[in-house]
């Protein structure tokens, strides 16, 4: 739900049943960066997110991974995404481009490293905002591509 309060665009999410290890990390992540979408295509600058769980919970056999993941230390310098400026339809239209692009190329080659996505992303004409995020988003998954490769025809 989005509300305009104090000149702010607010965010409210409510959720019936929430996998606090699998799925809510990622629902944060989607659920903001829609927030964040919906400010800047309004013009509107960001308010509070608010997230309710009506359940949240792990399973049984994922208790050595929230073990594992509660004794992790907290980063004490988290380095900020920039503020996301635009939203507008071209922006989206260059957004969906370059994606396509981008996975075009990261399937079709032999191997595909950090330095390829670099120098990819950094010729896509994208802000700054864009860039990094495409690169945290693909350069994560490139060593699982490139351990793949091979083993599974990709389709575009």
């Known amino acids: 739900q989005f509300l305009i309060r ?8 409510y959720m019936r049943s929430q996998s606090a290890l699998m799925v809510l990390p990622y629902d ?3 659920f903001t960066m829609i927030h964040e ?15 309710f769980c009506s359940s949240i919970h792990y ?3 994922e208790e050595a991974a929230v073990t594992e993941a509660l004794r992790e230390e907290i980063p004490t310098a988290i380095e900020s995404m920039p503020k996301m400026t635009d939203f507008s339809e071209e922006i989206r239209a260059q957004i969906i481009y370059a994606e396509s692009t981008f996975r075009s190329q990261i399937f079709s080659a ?24 495409f690169r945290a988003f693909f350069g994560d998954g490139l060593h699982r591509i490139n ?10």
């Open 110 to 133: 032999n191997s595909f490293e950090q330095r390829d996505l670099a120098n990819l992303v950094g010729s896509s004409g994208l802000s700054v905002y864009w860039q990094t995020l």
């Open 147 to 156: 351990q793949f490769r091979g083993r599974f025809r990709f389709v575009r």
């Open 6 to 13: 104090n000149s702010r665009v607010d965010c409210i999410v």
């Open 59 to 61: 399973y049984e056999d």
């Open 37 to 51: 979408c919906m400010a800047a295509r309004l013009d509107v600058p960001l308010g509070q997110y608010s997230h």
């Open 28 to 30: 944060l992540f989607l």
